[in-house]
């Protein structure tokens, strides 16, 4: 109510046709003042608290309500306020709750959310939170007041988990938005979290086939179902010349996996194994394979009866994160019978490497949202199969429709990564019920394990399958970690021959004499002798090697000598005897010893140091040859060579130094005049040839703190250009002198 009050206003005064007294004019300007006063401080207070529809004049429009309650009102048409909280989001983001009710953002790297300025305690605010991403492996991290339950909170979410204390999502594969309410009843003392646009974590398995390193998004415990669709079919014979005979092989391709069930009427085929169709003749005839490479067919004889073909699909479950990269290639064409031809750069395109193709695949007789795997990289061209075999690719028209010529709007995506998905065939077949009673034996089968293996019980229960019969009196020999074999037919073992299953290291305390040795881990022996090929990682040998081919991974030490036709190793070569090659010799790092004899080329990454080096063919060193003897070849010492040099600066310190080639010789083709060069680090015995090509005198320096022949110490040695001397040799005597020859 206003406080305006005009009763103190005489509304009769001044008096007409009389003398009236100028107190009464004073008592109404009086009242009429006080009444203004008051109307003045009611509307400045109806400035300050009203909403209004628009700004006043000369004042800024405020509607804020502050938290003020309105009650029993009806709405139409409200809109909620937007925030843009950045185009590329990283690191630590604050999200003020009061500059909008919906706030946007995309995240670029891993991001931490932190929360400010809600609405006070004994209200609700809710916010909605739009993320995108342009990067499918970054890590959104949650505040601890975010809660991590089941009833609206970050559990809900799709690739939720736990890192180190840490509440963490993820972008599931493919989604690029999420979309999330955020509530708070206690001023962001506890926050809920729902997801709106996509589905909570408990949700239906997604139909997909995903390559085995996975696709961004991807993370431990995803599970998908491959996108194969295929119907049972029965076949009613077989031939001799191997097919079989059923009513439809519309839906088949080279390469699918199969399994029989139903009583089998040949004796090749086992119902329950997978086997894989090889040939497919016509509509009705096709062949199959025991192994998915599909070399060979199960042989057949003429018989006939029903079995039921039940193409295999398959589930696959995640073990780990995603942890690959991904390459967008572009492809320029298809051509028969399976080429591709890229038209980008074919950097990261290796064979087995799995690849989905994205784009326009309607000319190109290819899927989409299938793996397919590279078979093989010519140049600029690949081909690829549908199928894998212990992470090899199939052959290479497996599965594929021939080509015919295309230039498709088509890229593909090739992953190079750990193998993150295992895949489980989805097998037909019955659930065992608690108690099960058969006929007979027949009636029984338990399928897996190998021909002739038996089942084994722990005692627990747990069954596994090991190699079945056996001989001896079945007890174990020797002492722990000691091998057990066949000793006069009783299980025999030595203290010189032990296995250490923790470190996975074969122990033998003696020679060893093989056709063929492959070993991913190292051996430790007195004496090797291959007559064929040895492939292993590390190699220490007490006494003598006596080899074919020897192919190391890693590093060779022997304290005897080697004999061989070919040695290559990406390690360190270190003998302590002799080392003699019949042919080749390739060392990854550096060789010591005393005498290195090869009657074909010696290729050497790191540094030589032997008594003699002798080699028949070329000696390549990445570093550097020292032997306390000679160094013998019986053709040419060549020395590396960098043309094209400009001489730099006018003092020793700006002039262009020679050891950012690293050369022999170094022919200066660009000199102006006052312009130098200097020369790398002093070591004895150094020789470097320079030869000044420009157009006027070249300026060679000494390495800081050396001189050339008598200069100063530091003084550049001026070289005539070669119109007056073709070139000159320096010659390093010690850490501080050069001398030239001519």
């Not at 003020?96 to 929360?115: K, M, R």
């Amino acid at each position: 109510m206003s406080s305006i009050n005009t009763n103190g206003i005489d509304v009769n005064y001044p008096v007409p046709g009389v003398n009236n007294n100028s107190q009464g004019f004073r008592n109404n300007f009086t009242a009429i003042k006080t009444n203004l006063d008051t109307a003045g401080s009611e509307i400045t207070d109806l400035q300050n608290k009203a909403v209004l529809k628009s700004a006043l004049s000369n004042i800024a429009l405020n509607n804020d309500m502050a938290n003020t309650l309105i009650s029993n009102a009806l709405t139409r048409s409200f809109r909620a306020s937007t925030y843009n909280l950045g185009n590329s989001l990283s690191g630590t983001v604050l999200v003020n709750a009061s500059l909008g009710d919906v706030q946007y953002g995309n995240i670029s790297e891993d991001i931490t959310f932190e929360f400010g300025s809600w609405a006070p305690v004994g209200t609700q605010q809710r916010i909605i939170l739009q993320l995108g991403t342009s990067n499918a492996n970054a890590t959104i991290s949650w505040p601890t007041e975010c809660l991590s339950n089941s009833n609206g909170g970050l559990s809900l979410i799709e690739n939720y988990e736990v890192i180190s204390s840490v509440s963490t999502n993820t972008f599931a594969n493919d989604v690029t938005e999420i979309t999330l309410e955020l509530y708070t009843n206690d001023c962001g003392n506890t926050i809920y979290i729902t997801p709106l646009n996509r589905p909570f974590q408990s949700t239906q398995i997604v139909k997909r086939t995903p390559p085995t390193t996975g696709q961004p998004g991807d993370t431990k415990g995803v599970v998908t179902i491959g996108t194969g669709s295929f119907t049972e079919s029965t076949v009613t014979s077989t031939t001799s010349t191997d097919y079989l005979v059923t009513t439809d092989t519309s839906e088949y391709y080279i390469g699918l996996p199969v399994v029989f069930t139903g009583n089998s009427f040949q004796s090749n085929i086992v119902t329950g194994t997978t086997y894989y169709i090889s040939n497919i003749a016509n509509t009705t005839h096709f062949k199959i394979s025991g192994n998915a490479n599909v070399s060979g067919n199960v042989d057949l004889t003429n018989a006939s009866g029903n079995l039921y073909v039940n193409p295999v699909n398959y589930m696959y479950i995640a073990v780990d994160d995603y942890a690959a990269n991904s390459y967008n290639k572009i492809i320029a064409s298809t051509t028969a019978p399976n080429a591709i031809t890229l038209s980008s750069s074919t950097a990261n395109v290796a064979v087995n490497y799995p690849v989905i193709f994205v784009g326009d695949v309607s000319n190109a007789n290819l899927e989409l949202d299938t793996v397919y795997y590279i078979n093989s990289v010519s140049g600029s061209t690949i081909t690829v199969s549908k199928t894998t075999d212990n992470g090899k690719a199939g052959p290479r028209l497996e599965n594929i429709t021939t080509f015919t010529f295309s230039a498709p709007a088509l890229t593909m995506d090739v992953y190079d990564g750990l193998d993150i998905f295992k895949r489980v065939p989805l097998l037909p077949g019955t659930n065992v019920p608690n108690k099960l009673t058969a006929q007979s034996i027949n009636d029984v089968k338990i399928f897996g394990g190998t021909n002739g293996y038996v089942l084994q019980t722990d005692g627990a229960g747990n069954l596994s399958w090991v190699v079945g019969g056996g001989g001896g009196g079945g007890s174990v020999a020797g002492g722990d970690r000691q091998v057990q074999f066949n000793d006069s037919g009783s299980f025999g073992a030595s203290a010189n021959l032990t296995f250490d299953k923790s470190t996975n290291i074969l122990s033998i305390n003696g020679n060893i004499t093989v056709a063929n040795i492959t070993s991913s881990g190292n051996i430790t022996t007195a004496n090797l002798t291959v007559t064929s090929n040895a492939t292993f990682s590390n190699i220490t040998i007490s006494s003598n090697v006596n080899i074919t081919n020897l192919v190391a991974s890693g590093s060779l030490t022997a304290t005897g000598n080697i004999l061989g036709s070919n040695l290559y190793t990406t390690g360190n070569l270190s003998v302590t005897g002799n080392t003699t090659i019949g042919d080749d010799l390739d060392v990854g790092g550096g060789i010591t010893g005393q005498l290195l004899t090869s009657l074909g080329d010696i290729d050497i990454v790191a540094n030589v140091n032997t008594d003699n080096v002798v080699a028949t063919g070329c000696v390549f060193a990445t570093s550097n040859i020292t032997s306390s003897n000679s160094v013998i070849a019986n053709l040419y010492f060549v020395s590396s060579v960098q043309s094209g040099i400009t001489a730099t600066g006018s003092t020793q310190g700006t002039a262009n130094t020679l050891s950012t080639w690293n050369k022999a010789i170094n022919i200066v083709t660009a000199v102006t005049a006052g312009t130098g060069v200097r020369l790398p680090s002093s070591v004895a015995g150094l020789r470097i040839v320079v030869r000044n090509q420009g157009g006027n005198p070249l300026l060679v320096y000494p390495p800081t703190g050396s001189q050339i022949n008598s200069l100063a110490v530091n003084a550049g040695y001026s070289l005539a250009n070669i119109a007056t001397v073709n070139g000159i040799e320096f010659i390093c005597a010690n850490s501080t002198n050069w001398f030239t020859l001519l």
